[in-house]
């Protein structure tokens, strides 16, 4: 191979490294990863958590407006 070759290889590799070079410090870290997991897993227990809480809230004013027709049945027979 001639010189003018090799230099042409020498340059696309030092471009090649370069371009990884960018590719591995815009990578995220483990420590990235297990930041992020260990806030969607908060997330999904705190979304748990406010299902339960609707569906008591939603028990309640069922049973409110049960109350409320009852009420009414017995201010209208009076």
């Known amino acids: 191979m001639s010189d003018e070759i ?8 030092k471009a090649i490294r370069s371009e990884l070079a960018d590719v591995k410090a815009s990578m995220a870290t483990k420590e990235d990863v297990e930041s992020i997991h260990s806030k969607l897993d ?3 227990h705190q979304v748990a958590a406010n299902s339960e809480q609707y569906t008591d809230l939603a028990g309640r004013v069922s049973d409110h407006h049960t109350d409320i027709k009852l009420i009414k049945k017995a201010i209208t027979n009076q």
């Not at 090799?6 to 590799?13: A, R």
Request: aromatic share 0%.
């Open 6 to 13: 090799l230099k042409q290889l020498l340059e696309e590799m």
């Open 42 to 44: 908060m997330i999904h």
